[in-house]
């Protein structure tokens, strides 16, 4: 499956942003797509997913950010609120297959799209 993440931009502290993360097969409904971010000099980190039916999201992020996906279009949207300085960072979409203790790393999913740069300023 290939990704493809958009919605990126420069925006204020206390914004919001919608990022999109489409997918190429038809086969997408059967792939947990998960977020996550990575700034500059740091690690990949879990943002948020849809898991099972349910919503997972990072402590950082829980309140602010809101995950859904739509398998009739295969696309798994991220909506985020009062953004912060500190979520500047590329946003990637991965798509695997990962059991309940494997969602937030990333070692869990197989393929990944570009990423979209968000970028907060104060």
């Known amino acids: ?7 990126g931009g420069l925006v ?4 919001s942003l919608r990022l999109s993360c489409a997918a190429s ?8 797509v998960a977020w996550f971010r990575q700034a500059p000099g740091k690690e990949r ?3 948020a997913v849809v898991f099972r039916g349910r919503t997972y999201y990072d402590e950082s992020v829980k309140g602010r950010f809101a995950v859904s996906r739509d398998n009739a279009k295969n696309l798994v949207n991220l909506q985020m609120d009062s953004l912060k300085p500190e979520d500047t960072a590329v946003y990637y979409c991965g798509a695997g ?8 790393n990333p070692l869990g999913y197989g393929h ?5 740069l968000v970028t907060v300023s104060s």
């Open 1 to 7: 499956v290939q990704l493809q993440a958009s919605g």
């Open 12 to 15: 204020q502290a206390g914004d």
């Open 25 to 32: 097969e038809r086969t997408f409904s059967g792939y947990t």
């Open 45 to 47: 980190e879990f943002v």
């Open 97 to 104: 297959h990962p059991i309940l203790s494997t969602i937030r």
């Open 112 to 116: 990944w799209g570009q990423g979209t």
